[in-house]
């Protein structure tokens, strides 16, 4: 009875070193968890995330707090002057954007890569 559980333990030791084998294959670096944050571009990642989570406030017809995020030039204003990147990731000093939410690690990590390529508006 003891050699069975001695032997169960030792292929439970090797059966969970797998998983982690395999970790960089599920899940490629700089994409944790399957979440893309290298291959980001304007027109199909970070339109989604303003569409889903901004525009309702932040449009021609409710400029909340005077701010419009419909169109790249108008996103642009708010990436140069860091309050987009400040305001998703609750930085102090800025008003957190969503209020009373935030952003998902990976739409965050999103914006952030895209500021840092120089926001292209591709
Ligand atoms: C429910 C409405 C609402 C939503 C959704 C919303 N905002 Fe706001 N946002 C506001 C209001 C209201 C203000 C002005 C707050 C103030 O001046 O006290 C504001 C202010 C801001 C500011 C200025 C921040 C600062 O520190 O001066 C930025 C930038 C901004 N929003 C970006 C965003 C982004 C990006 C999103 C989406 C992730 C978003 N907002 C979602 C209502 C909203």
Redesign the pocket.
């Known amino acids: 009875m003891k050699k069975i559980l001695v032997v169960q333990f030792i292929i439970l030791l090797f059966s969970s070193g797998c998983y982690y084998d395999k970790y960089n294959k599920l899940y490629p670096p700089g994409s944790s968890s399957g979440c893309d944050s290298i291959n980001v571009t304007y027109s199909s990642n970070i339109t989604t995330?303003?569409s889903?989570?901004?525009?309702?406030?932040?449009n021609a017809l409710?400029a909340?707090?005077?701010?419009v995020?419909d169109n790249y030039s108008q996103?642009k204003t708010?990436v140069t002057?860091g309050?987009?990147i400040?305001?998703?990731k609750q930085l102090s000093?800025?008003?957190?954007?969503?209020?009373?939410?935030k952003?998902s690690d990976c739409?965050i990590a999103k914006?952030q890569k895209w500021v840092n390529d120089g926001s292209p508006n591709n």
Do not use: E, R
């Open positions: 995330i303003l889903n989570y901004c525009q309702g406030c932040h409710t909340s707090g005077g701010i995020l996103v708010y002057n309050k987009l400040g305001s998703v000093g800025y008003i957190s954007m969503p209020p009373g939410a952003l739409d914006l």
